[in-house]
Nanobody
Framework: QVRLVESGGGLVQPGGSLRLSCAAS????????MAWFRQAPGKERKFVTS????????YYRDFVKGRFTISRDNAKNMVYLQMNSLKPEDTAVYYC????????????????WGQGTQVTVSS
């Protein structure tokens, strides 16, 4: 059983930056691809970005491409999401998730989820 705990959310002004962290425990971290999803108020949870087990392959949705960067540190069992040039529409609860699927991008492909961390972009 893999446990995921997110941190780093908060309130930031438009154009600002935040770095989210996700700490994994209870499993063999390098057997999982990792992803970040987000859920805005009143909307469905949606895939944002993913990274493979080794960290050398990433995928981004168009709405964050060029602004967000996903990375992982397998020695520390950590995944990160660096978010730059934040916009009000980035406001959401951000979730870290783990999957044994090589290139998972659908919510149903992810087996383990964190509790989420709130990101609010507002002036």
């Amino acid at each position: 059983q893999v446990r995921l705990v997110e941190s780093g959310g908060g309130l930031v002004q438009p154009g600002g930056s935040l770095r989210l962290s996700c700490a994994a425990s209870g499993g063999t971290f390098t057997t999982y691809a990792m992803a970040w999803f987000r859920q805005a108020p009143g909307k469905e949870r949606k895939f944002v970005t993913s990274i493979n087990w080794s960290g050398d392959s990433t995928y981004y949705r168009d709405f964050v491409k060029g602004r967000f960067t996903i990375s992982r540190d397998n020695a520390k069992n950590m995944v990160y999401l660096q978010m730059n040039s934040l916009k009000p529409e980035d406001t959401a609860v951000y979730y870290c998730a783990a999957t044994g699927v090589v290139d998972g991008r659908a919510e149903w492909e992810y087996d383990y989820w964190g509790q989420g961390t709130q990101v609010t972009v507002s002036s």
